[in-house]
């Protein structure tokens, strides 16, 4: 991008009597400038066209489920429950099956959590609100031991 601007600059400032004050090295050497430009869009491109590297995949470092129970709440037309419910079934092979409930005219409920659904529960505790974050769910399962549920090879 810093090249193309100042590649820009340059062109604009030879061709145009567009009054600029650009600074007097600018002026003076002119062509280094513009190979600076050139070498800076070089750049920016091969930036562009790296490939990034792919993450490895998460494993916790003992293998097995941990917990006993694990519920969403949840209401319909909710992006954030439905997020937090894709990162839940990328971890699945260490949670216990989702039980997923929908707050939706259930008042005690409403009540309860209201706006800060997706709330997810577990173990009888509340975990998370809002927002299921990664790091935190992959926290949380490294420092849980296994409940001696189906073991996971790896």
């Known amino acids: 991008m810093a090249g193309l601007l100042l590649l820009t600059l340059i062109v604009v400032e030879a061709t145009s009597d567009l009054p600029l004050d650009l600074p007097r090295g600018c002026y003076t050497g002119r062509p280094l400038w513009f190979a600076l430009a050139l070498a800076l869009v070089g750049i920016g ?3 562009q066209r790296t490939i990034p590297e792919t993450p490895v995949a998460w494993t916790p470092t003992r293998p097995g489920r941990r917990f ?8 319909e037309d909710c992006h954030l429950c439905d997020d937090a419910k894709a990162i839940l079934a990328e971890y699945s092979t260490w949670l216990p099956v989702i039980e997923e409930i929908d707050i939706t005219g ?5 009540d309860k959590f209201g706006t800060s659904i997706p709330v ?29 549920g189906p073991e996971v090879s790896t």
């Open 45 to 47: 491109w091969r930036l």
């Open 68 to 75: 006993q129970r694990l519920v969403i709440y949840t209401r």
């Open 120 to 148: 997810v529960q577990i173990d009888g505790v509340v975990r998370f609100r809002g927002r299921v974050s990664e790091l935190l769910l992959r926290r949380l399962i490294e420092g849980t031991p296994s409940d001696g």
């Open 106 to 110: 259930r008042s005690e409920l409403e």
